[in-house]
């Protein structure tokens, strides 16, 4: 592999991760090898204790390896500062959560429109945030609040707010463990059609159902990439 290829957004090499607990050494990553293209949608599962979830958080720049490469966009991520990947982070990856982790106070438009106000970015921040919740179907639910808005409708929220600033990846994390089953279709169907429409995606799930809507499927057990698979459409 090498972080140089145009069609690869993310490119990952020997990827390590090591914690200290107490007298021993826990390895949570032990030597992952990835590669996912532009516009690709992918899960990542694994079972409890796997690495994914250490995983998820290098792909988020929210943590750093203890060894190993990990390219994004064609930039070496691996070694950055912390304010180094809070700025990655800002401008070329969007998060979703299975909490939501919206602002209770705030509408649904002020919720988006937040991370704009840390940004450089120039332009019309409220019409920006204003675009994204059109773009998830929200177009009449601006003004409301969280607690005046369905789980549905909040997740949607959540992915508008992971939108705003037009990211890179988008990566969500247990996007429908919060909803019941017919919520969390109607969600599975916005990633679609957000991948459709041209956006990269990284699902991290233990959901079956979740991962069959992906493209492919990646496989995570005792730290390594255990199996890799395309879902045939």
């Known amino acids: 592999m090498s972080g140089d290829r145009p069609d690869e957004l993310i490119v990952l090499e020997g990827i390590t991760k090591e914690y200290p607990m107490g007298a021993e050494i826990v390895r949570a990553l032990q030597g992952i090898d990835l590669a996912i293209g532009a516009n690709e949608l992918v899960a990542i599962m694994?079972?409890?204790?796997?690495?994914?979830?250490?995983?998820?958080?290098?792909?988020?720049?929210?943590?750093?390896?203890?060894?190993?490469?990990?390219?994004?966009?064609?930039?070496?991520?691996?070694?950055?500062?912390?304010?180094?990947?809070?700025r990655v982070r800002g401008r070329q990856i969007g998060f979703v959560f299975q909490t939501f982790e919206l602002l209770p106070r705030q509408t649904?438009?002020?919720?988006?429109?937040?991370?704009?106000?840390?940004?450089?970015?120039?332009?019309?921040?409220?019409?920006?945030?204003?675009?994204?919740?059109?773009?998830?179907?929200?177009?009449?639910?601006?003004?409301?609040?969280?607690?005046?808005?369905?789980?549905?409708?909040?997740?949607?929220?959540?992915?508008?707010?992971?939108?705003?600033?037009?990211?890179?990846?988008?990566?969500?994390?247990?996007?429908?463990?919060?909803?019941d089953t017919q919520t969390g279709e109607e969600i599975l169907q916005l990633f679609a059609d957000l991948h459709r429409e041209g956006q990269t995606i990284v699902i991290v799930t233990h959901e079956p159902d979740v991962a069959a809507r992906c493209h492919r499927v990646v496989r995570i057990r005792d730290g390594r990439v255990e199996s890799d698979l395309e879902i045939a459409r």
């Open 46 to 86: 694994g079972p409890s204790g796997s690495g994914k979830s250490t995983l998820m958080n290098i792909l988020g720049c929210l943590d750093v390896p203890s060894g190993g490469r990990y390219w994004l966009d064609g930039r070496d991520v691996a070694g950055l500062s912390q304010s180094d990947l809070a």
């Open 108 to 179: 649904a438009l002020r919720n988006v429109e937040l991370p704009l106000t840390y940004s450089s970015e120039k332009g019309n921040r409220r019409e920006r945030a204003a675009e994204a919740l059109r773009r998830v179907g929200l177009a009449d639910r601006m003004g409301h609040r969280p607690n005046q808005m369905s789980g549905g409708q909040r997740q949607r929220v959540a992915i508008a707010r992971a939108l705003v600033q037009r990211p890179a990846l988008l990566l969500a994390d247990e996007p429908t463990g919060n909803l």
